[in-house]
């Protein structure tokens, strides 16, 4: 590595200075009295901006991506990395704006929240620049560390400890899985870069090792991603932890995820595609199934849309599945979508939740419509992007992936999913038949600042895309042309 | 913008408006600004029936064309267009849009705001999706009927409004997600094929024009046309409904308010038989005469079915509900028999169906409002209390069994005669199994007024209820003036049906028209056109 390529680094090496900065200053101010809590959201908003105008200054740099040893070997600033990194910036930034008015109401401190977030957001800088397995992991982990922590920021809370907890335990031991995948990928392919192991793979023929090391790599993967049947921690943690957590463990850190998932099964391992693509599609089949059906039986809205999360996992692998140019761009595009329409819903959930204390039954949700207009409708947009009905974005999200699976001669697996999409439709519509169909209290919510921003763009973002879709379609076609290329030269074996 | 994006968005607009400008305690402008869009979209689209050139054929049938690129790196475009099919059901649907609204004024009470802005965007759906000339599109507005209708069923509906609401939502979305698939297959194998399942493309450049497909259509191997039939058939067998997928039908109609079972009867359902006259049968010519025998033994058991069930019904609008899936079964066989005359009985029908079992909802929604129960043993006598009411109840029931001199007999008779002539059924059978239903028909139709407006006015109740007000009588007299009009002279309607019938028939039997000669002069016009 030398001092040019750090510059390739300038966003995390500002996340990374940024996030200490935000666990110092509390503590920073004169004669040691503690800095106010309400500049706490600024000073992570304004790391947000100067990371954003980094990650643009460092884009003008070209790079190339080598297999050989060093940085280039390890880290790629890509379209792909930097789509992820944009969106996930966005996403972080509308994160910190739900938390900021619910810790405020807590005893709990918005800095070490903020420095943990940050530290978060830098682990997924370097899993989704990752093209090495070592970097892919430090990433990952660096992100679960983090999360794992956030998860139980509420230490005094019981629900928030357990989730914690459980989320560390069970998260500890699928980065052993992960990681006892890579280690015998490395002792067969004797690299651990994608594309090192790509190259090493073409030239090999099936051998148990290797395919043991990609069962263990698939399984670590779809533990972090939440699908079936590795998806046990996730109802227990989305209600566990603090709400502005569980937007961000639903949202940003499930995003980073698929992002991993796709590049290492698009670029390292699609040469083996004949092999996992089936062991893939049983996993995508029973994490929609399951999903959508144990969300129906579920009263509060935390655990519905944890395994409603669960669902969508398994649509986003028909994207991975598919290992063509389509399924990639379904699965930037979707990450899009999935993101923000579910990040409206948590802002809806934490608006009744300061207001009232309430929000997490379904029932919380009754007579919405006259008691808060603007919410009530934004939700219904929501909900309606998650289930797939156009005009929204969602329409266009699960409309790439089922194209990518009938395209890979997946037409089973196409039709699960639409008919499990129209499953969803019946939870999310508990929801909207609450809101509208039901007659609740009648005393009208007071507006709220920053959730009611969030909300805002969330709603515009659900229904731009969702009417017009060609400008993000096209940007997910350009960041993804590197990975998808790699997928297209396979030369798959035994056909 | 042209005529047809104008007629698609000025529900739109009104429902902004009233969205938007409108104070929701003041229900009287809401209802004027509700009207007037509704009347409004009428007068602009009935600009089209002047001008809609009848003789047109081939490409240039579908008229006031717009394309514009909507999503050009799927190949998706905004392409709207209408042939004679359309063109009809556009009218019915801006005519039924005002009688929906208009009917509405005293059956809701509360929510209004929301009841008509509601109602607009459903009228916005339901144009676009008769307008569509490309599959993506087609499906956006497909999908996007959906949730006006959940909402006014849910909402303004009776005591079972959830059940059924979510009932007719999940029933429509299961099969249309299905009709997706068949969408994605027709465009792989324009496109580039499937090489995993070793179907091979035809290498042109992506699109999901519907044209291109009819175009295309016969070229699909068998098997696959299956397949994309099966998808299709869930997605429009469910709307239509046929017979073992019709259970949300009675829910939903029940439940809805009066408005709601009008725009239900009169154009959703329609939406289901546009699709296989539109799409299923042009497109899928193999599967569609695979697949016949299956179909039409399916819509006989709903004529048959439907007409039996509306006979044992206590309550009136469910009785009105299963008389459709009746009279949907009729369609359905017209569509089937796969010549001409059928068809165009299929499609006329549809346009009858929608006006007299409109006219029937509405006129249980009248008496709904006086008596607040549909139950037919509370009624008996109400003909010396409301003798107009009783008249026009009369008319639409009539038109509804098929009375010659209305329009319902034109409809069935030239099914039956498409039915009884049809080389595709082969058998004079099915033909004569469906005339059953029409003498089930009058059974529970008569019946039914028999004990509603005859005998003893024995209940008391009864006997305070006033005879229809002005506003009602108009919307009724509207209706039966149509009803009238296509009964005694339909011609009108059979030009405007008669080169796009020709068409699809040419695109299922491409030899029908050298076969049978003589069968109509349209046949001689086909075949000079061939021979250029």
Known sequence: MTWGDALFLLPELVLALGASLLLIAPVSGRGGARVSESSAKWAMLVLLAVTAVSVFLTSWGVQNITPTRGFRAMFAFDGFSIFFKLLFLVVMALVTLLSDGYLRGTRYSGWEYYSLLAFALCGMFFMVSGIHLATIYIGLELMSLSSYILAGYFKNEQKSTEAAMKYFVLGAVSSAILLYGISLIYGVTGTLNLLGIANAMSTLVTNDALMFGIMMLGAGLCFKIAAAPFHVWTPDVYEGAPTPVTAFLSTASKTAAFAIFARIFYVGVHHFRLDWQYVLAIVAALSMILGNFAAITQDNVKRMLAYSSIGHAGYVLLGIIAVSEMGLRGILVYSVVYVFATLGIWATVLMLQQQEYAGERVDDFEGLHRRAPFWAFAMVVFLLSLGGIPPTAGFIGKYFLFYAAVGAGFGWLAVIAVLMSAVSMFFYFRLVMAMYLREGREDPIPAQGSLRLVAAVCLLVTLLFGVLPSPLIDQARISGRWVASRAAMLTPNGR | ?532
Not at chain 2, 1 to 12: E, R, S
Not at chain 2, 233 to 245: C, E, L, N, R, T
Not at chain 2, 262 to 273: D, F, S, Y
Not at chain 2, 334 to 348: E, H, Q
Request: proline share 5%; glycine share 8%; net charge positive.
């Open chain 2, 1 to 532: 913008m042209g005529i047809l994006n104008v007629i698609t968005y000025i529900p739109l607009i009104g429902a902004l408006v009233i969205l938007f400008f409108v104070n929701r305690n003041n229900a009287r402008a809401i209802r004027v600004v509700a009207t007037a869009t509704a009347v409004i979209d009428f007068l602009v689209s009935l600009w089209l029936w002047p001008n809609f050139d009848r003789a047109a054929t081939g490409v240039k049938m579908w008229q006031f064309r717009e394309t514009y690129n909507w999503i050009p790196s799927l190949g998706v475009k905004y392409d709207f267009g209408i042939d004679g099919i359309s063109l009809l059901l556009v009218l019915l649907t801006t005519f039924m849009g005002i009688i929906a609204v208009v009917s509405s004024y005293t059956a809701i009470h509360h929510r209004e705001k929301e009841y008509y802005t509601l109602l607009l965007m459903l009228q916005t759906g339901m144009i676009g999706t008769f307008c569509a000339l490309d599959f993506f599109l087609f499906y956006v507005f497909w999908e996007i009927m959906l949730v006006p209708m959940y909402f006014i069923i849910g909402i303004w509906g009776g005591a079972r409004k959830l059940y059924a609401a979510i009932k007719f939502f999940l029933y429509t979305l299961a099969g249309s997600v299905l009709m997706l698939l068949s969408i994605l297959a027709l465009y792989f194998f324009n496109d580039g094929g499937i090489s995993f399942l070793n179907i091979k493309g035809l290498g042109n450049p992506g699109t999901f024009s519907v044209l291109q497909f009819h175009e295309i259509g016969h070229l699909i191997p068998p098997s696959l046309q299956f397949w994309i039939f099966l998808g299709f058939f869930f997605g429009f067998a469910i709307k239509v409904p046929m017979f073992p997928f019709h259970t949300w039908l009675p829910d939903a109609h029940v439940e809805a308010p009066t408005a709601g079972s009008i725009i239900l009867a009169a154009v959703l359902l329609k939406m289901g038989t546009y699709g296989f006259v539109r799409f299923a049968l042009p497109i899928l010519p193999d599967a569609t005469k695979q697949l016949l025998v299956p179909i039409v033994v399916l819509s006989l058991i709903g004529i048959v079915y439907g007409a039996l069930v509306s006979l044992v019904q206590k309550d009136m609008k469910k009785l009105v509900a299963y008389s459709s899936v009746s009279h949907l079964g009729f369609v359905m066989l017209g569509m089937f028999a796969l010549n001409p005359m059928g068809l165009r009985g299929s499609v006329l029908q549809m346009i009858n169906h929608g006006i007299s079992t409109g006219a029937l909802f509405l006129l249980v929604g009248f008496i709904y409002e006086r008596r607040h129960t549909r139950l037919i043993a509370d009624y008996g006598g109400l003909a010396k209390q409301m003798p107009v009411f009783a008249a026009l109840f009369l008319v639409a029931a009539l038109s509804s069994m098929g009375l010659p001199a209305l329009n319902g007999f034109i409809g069935e008779f030239t099914i039956l005669l498409g039915a009884a002539n049809s080389t595709a059924f082969g058998t004079m059978s099915y033909a004569v199994i469906a005339a059953i239903g029409i003498v089930l028909g009058a059974a529970y139709l008569l019946w039914l007024y028999q004990r509603v407006f005859w005998g003893p006015l024995d209940n008391p109740e009864n006997a305070k209820v006033s005879d229809v007000n002005r506003r009602e009588l108009g919307l009724m007299l509207a209706l039966i003036a149509l009803m009238i009009w296509i009964g005694v002279y339909p011609k009108p309607l059979f030009d405007v049906l008669e080169k796009p019938v020709d068409y699809i028939v040419q695109k299922v039997e491409p030899t029908y028209f050298d076969k049978q000669p003589l069968t109509y002069p349209a046949a001689a016009e086909h075949r000079e056109v061939a021979a250029k």
